[in-house]
Nanobody, 128 residues
Framework: QRQVMESGGGLVQAGGSLNLSCTAL??????????MGWFRQAPGKEREAVSC????????WYDDSVQGRFTISKDDAKNMLYLQMNNLKPEDTAMYYC???????????????????RGQGTQVTVSL
């Protein structure tokens, strides 16, 4: 089923930091078998890719709006995906989702949520 659970969101002032986490809820579906990604959806807007990481880590991709501020990482041993978000801006306010991505993803551009959105998301709100 590839169910996941995102956590770590919250309310933070502009310039602050948050570290989002994602864990697999489905046994046997380990993150080291997939590329992974973070998406977000702000009110009234479509979901968009924020950052993605290749299968077995290494190469990453970031949307221009977060480049230099966000860092994606995987801990395959713990089956966890992270998104460290620094210097947050009000325009980062959104619901954030992690997704499984197919192994063929090469991080040359935004990833696709190949297996759909399987978690409830975690809300990030950045105030002025």
């Amino acid at each position: 089923q590839r169910q996941v659970m995102e956590s770590g969101g919250g309310l933070v002032q502009a310039g602050g930091s948050l570290n989002l986490s994602c864990t697999a809820l489905s046994s046997g579906l380990t993150f080291d078998d997939y590329a992974m990604g973070w998406f977000r959806q702000a009110p009234g807007k479509e979901r968009e890719a924020v950052s993605c990481i290749r299968w077995r880590g290494g190469r990453t991709w970031y949307d221009d709006s977060v480049q230099g501020r966000f860092t994606i990482s995987k801990d395959d041993a713990k089956n966890m995906l992270y998104l460290q978000m620094n210097n947050l801006k009000p325009e980062d306010t959104a619901m954030y989702y992690c997704v499984y991505v197919g192994r063929s993803y090469d991080a040359a551009g935004p990833c696709r949520p190949d297996f759909g959105f399987r978690g409830q998301g975690t809300q990030v709100t950045v105030s002025l």
